[in-house]
T-cell receptor, first 116, second 112 residues
């Protein structure tokens, strides 16, 4: 398997524009996570899904953020409208989501978002 | 409230100088403690999973241990290529699936 695949790797956009980040989890993984990483706050969990259903979106900072998982192999994180303080690296991760072993999550390479 | 605290925030070692990184945690219903390595510009790379107190895992110069309140990542005779940020995370069950909470990491620099 190619691992978790994120696109784009880098995104530069102007304040007020809509931004969509994409993620393909590892095949067979049932749980998918979106994280945001900054120097100040480290890795923050934004939202996660189990079997394509959102379980907890309490980490989503504002209504400007939304996430979807229309099927087991694809998820999006959308920011609309974007603001400079949204600049960060956004990671997607996936895991089996069940069982007593092999519970670790695997990460994509991230999308570095810059809002100017 | 679930919490993961890592120390020190940053560590500089000479090549060959062994040391330990600490991860202390409070979580209800621990389902695993994980160590990751993160290189600049890349995603966290999985290293170890520990499930119960007393468990140990080893990989090359790294050894992870777990107690009921904390975990240690021991680095023996480090090399410059071990320089990275090391992240600790815990997992617990929420709504039938695992939720992962991360610490802020230890930035390790190994000098030649």
């Amino acid at each position: 398997d190619a691992g978790v695949i994120q696109s784009p790797r880098h995104e530069v956009t102007e304040m007020g524009q809509e931004v969509t980040l994409r993620c393909k989890p590892i095949s067979g993984h049932n749980s998918l996570f979106w994280y945001r990483q900054t120097m100040m706050r480290g890795l923050e969990l934004l939202i996660y899904f189990n079997n394509n259903v959102p379980i907890d979106d309490s980490g989503m900072p504002e209504d400007r953020f939304s996430a979807k998982m229309p099927n087991a192999s694809f998820s999006t994180l959308k920011i609309q409208p974007s603001e400079p303080r949204d600049s960060a690296v956004y990671f997607c991760a996936s895991s089996l989501g069940w069982g007593r072993e092999n519970t670790e999550a695997f990460f994509g390479q991230g999308t570095r978002l810059t809002v100017v | 409230e679930d919490q993961v605290t890592q120390s020190p925030e940053a560590l500089r070692l000479q090549e060959g100088e062994s040391s330990s990184l600490n991860c202390s945690y409070t979580v209800s219903g621990l389902r695993g403690l994980f160590w990751y390595r993160q290189d600049p510009g890349k995603g966290p790379e999985f290293l170890f999973t520990l499930y119960s107190a007393g468990e140990e895992k080893e990989k090359e110069r790294l050894k992870a241990t777990l107690t009921k309140k904390e975990s240690f990542l021991h680095i023996t005779a480090p090399k410059p290529e071990d320089s990275a940020t090391y992240l600790c995370a815990v997992a617990r069950i929420t709504s039938g699936t695992y939720k992962y909470i991360f610490g802020t990491g230890t930035r390790l620099k190994v000098l030649a």
